[in-house]
């Protein structure tokens, strides 16, 4: 049995979402007298916050838990989220495992903690997805240079291929007011920016009050928040092309706080293939999104998410989506090679593509991001921007990015983390870094 002064590691898998879920789960024990210490020390306890979006969520908690097992054969080893909400029966087969929460107990871990026993047996305290109606504010802090703001959980959309809505339950937000206390504290800790995340940030407002009805609208939102004193940039997490209205774009384009910045799921640039995923869309309206975005803000970043190999995707299907991305004005892409889920539409449906077409079209379109983001660098050269720097010093460097999402890279200066600094951007180098000199002290730095 375990007292309350106990070490505690953690570890986040997937989305911004389950890191700002993480954090505030840290800063609940850390609150009752837990000392949180790196995954790669030795702790008395070890929780790990799993994703379920692709489908190797088993292999890799697998991994995980055998990393923190080999520091401490006699830890504690817990496992929260998405994958433990689905699959609790099959995590708690996995060695080593001791305690399996789901998607409603998740926030309630020290009560289940301090009297779990290290045993051959794992708990499971998991609801069912319909119990978790409620919503549990989170932010995150410390780890990283921005703090990622949890506005909305759950998700009411029935795409064919998506697992998110069992393992998240319905769309619910978080209330306007504690959406801005919480950014008010966050305002108070020196972080810079704020990224607004959750399951679907575009639908904020329902459930607000434990209705379906939406009391406030995302706009609504974005308008409040722009209000915050204190913050110096925020930014819009992935958000649905139907629900980025063009009222959104417009203030953001007027706005010294929220940074041009959009990214804006696609998933397939053929109608039959939206159709088919049942996404709420086609591809006439993403195009019309990225038109408005670039007739207001002409250097804003636009990421794409997008999926390859859905069933029914034969290769003049994937050539309507390559060309269709082609022809965009975006700036780079997240590329997801399609992976069969349990308990979805999909998995039934008739086309299935094979393992090594996928792949081959996965690489072509990270190929096309590559295209699209050294096409997007080149058109910031000679413009001045604002770098974000961050704390991180890998090989002697360090990273920052700017308020248009231009990845920043410098010899590492300890004095500059969390700083904003205006900079030049200068050239780009043979190997697709963009130099940049400091509009203030006229020092180089690469951009990649």
């Known amino acids: 049995m375990l007292d309350n002064t106990k070490s505690v590691a953690f570890h986040t898998l997937g989305c911004k979402l389950n890191f700002a879920e993480t954090s505030t789960i840290a800063r609940q024990l850390l609150e009752l007298g837990f000392k949180k210490v790196l995954f790669d020390d030795s702790a008395d306890v070890y929780i790990i916050n799993t994703?379920?979006?692709?489908?190797?969520?088993?292999?890799?908690?697998?991994?995980?838990?055998?990393?923190?097992?080999?520091?401490n054969p006699e830890a504690l080893i817990c496992v929260i989220g998405c994958y433990a909400q689905l699959k609790p029966k099959e995590i708690a087969e996995i060695e080593g495992v001791d305690l399996v929460l789901g998607a409603k107990e998740k926030f309630n871990i020290y009560k289940y903690i301090l009297e779990l026993k290290k045993d051959s047996d794992a708990q499971i305290h998991s609801c069912e997805i319909d119990e978790a109606d409620f919503f549990v504010g989170s932010y995150s802090i410390g780890d990283r240079t921005r703090a990622f703001l949890k506005v909305q959980d759950g998700c009411d959309y029935k795409c064919t291929y998506c697992t998110i809505p069992l393992a998240r339950g319905i769309s619910r937000s978080s209330t306007l007011e504690n959406v801005l206390i919480q950014a008010q504290e966050i305002s108070k800790k020196n972080i810079k920016e704020i990224v607004l995340t959750g399951v679907n940030i575009g639908?904020?407002?329902?459930?607000?009050?434990?209705?379906?009805?939406?009391?406030?609208?995302?706009?609504?939102?974005?308008?409040?928040?722009?209000?915050?004193?204190?913050?110096?940039?925020?930014?819009?997490?992935?958000?649905?092309?139907?629900?980025?209205?063009?009222?959104?774009?417009?203030?953001?384009?007027?706005?010294?706080?929220?940074?041009?910045?959009?990214?804006?799921?696609?998933?397939?640039?053929?109608?039959?293939?939206?159709?088919?995923?049942?996404?709420?869309?086609?591809?006439?309206?993403?195009?019309?999104?990225?038109?408005?975005?670039?007739?207001?803000?002409?250097?804003?970043?636009?990421?794409?998410?997008?999926?390859?190999?859905?069933?029914?995707?034969?290769?003049?299907?994937?050539?309507?989506?390559?060309?269709?991305?082609?022809?965009?004005?975006?700036?780079?892409?997240?590329?997801?090679?399609?992976?069969?889920?349990?308990?979805?539409?999909?998995?039934?449906?008739?086309?299935?593509?094979?393992?090594?077409?996928?792949?081959?079209?996965?690489?072509?379109?990270?190929?096309?991001?590559?295209?699209?983001?050294?096409?997007?660098?080149?058109?910031?050269?000679?413009?001045?921007?604002?770098?974000?720097?961050?704390?991180?010093?890998?090989?002697?460097?360090?990273?920052?990015?700017?308020?248009?999402?231009?990845?920043?890279?410098?010899?590492?200066?300890?004095?500059?983390?969390?700083?904003?600094?205006?900079?030049?951007?200068?050239?780009?180098?043979?190997?697709?870094?963009?130099?940049?000199?400091?509009?203030?002290?006229h020092n180089t730095f690469v951009i990649g």
């Not at 979006?53 to 697998?62: F, H, P, S």
């Not at 699209?372 to 910031?380: G, L, T, V």
Request: aromatic share 10%; net charge positive; proline share 3%.
């Open 203 to 441: 639908d904020y407002g329902k459930g607000e009050f434990g209705n379906k009805k939406h009391e406030h609208t995302f706009f609504e939102l974005v308008k409040e928040l722009d209000k915050v004193p204190g913050i110096e940039r925020i930014r819009i997490s992935s958000i649905e092309p139907n629900l980025l209205k063009n009222e959104t774009i417009d203030f953001v384009s007027q706005s010294k706080v929220f940074v041009p910045h959009f990214h804006i799921p696609l998933q397939s640039g053929s109608d039959d293939i939206l159709k088919k995923m049942k996404r709420r869309y086609l591809s006439g309206l993403y195009k019309e999104r990225v038109s408005k975005i670039r007739s207001v803000i002409a250097d804003a970043c636009i990421g794409v998410d997008v999926i390859v190999g859905f069933p029914g995707e034969t290769e003049e299907k994937f050539m309507e989506t390559y060309n269709f991305i082609q022809s965009l004005p975006i700036s780079y892409l997240h590329v997801f090679t399609y992976s069969e889920r349990e308990n979805t539409e999909a998995i039934a449906m008739e086309g299935v593509v094979s393992i090594s077409e996928r792949k081959k079209r996965n690489k072509m379109l990270k190929i096309l991001s590559e295209k699209k983001r050294h096409a997007f660098y080149e058109s910031q050269l000679g413009k001045i921007k604002t770098v974000l720097w961050e704390h991180e010093n890998k090989n002697g460097m360090m990273f920052g990015y700017t308020e248009n999402y231009v990845r920043v890279t410098q010899p590492y200066n300890e004095k500059l983390i969390n700083q904003l600094e205006e900079i030049y951007l200068d050239s780009i180098d043979a190997s697709g870094n963009v130099l940049v000199k400091s509009a203030i002290f």
């Open 51 to 71: 994703c379920s979006v692709t489908d190797n969520a088993d292999k890799e908690c697998k991994t995980i838990v055998k990393r923190a097992l080999n520091k």
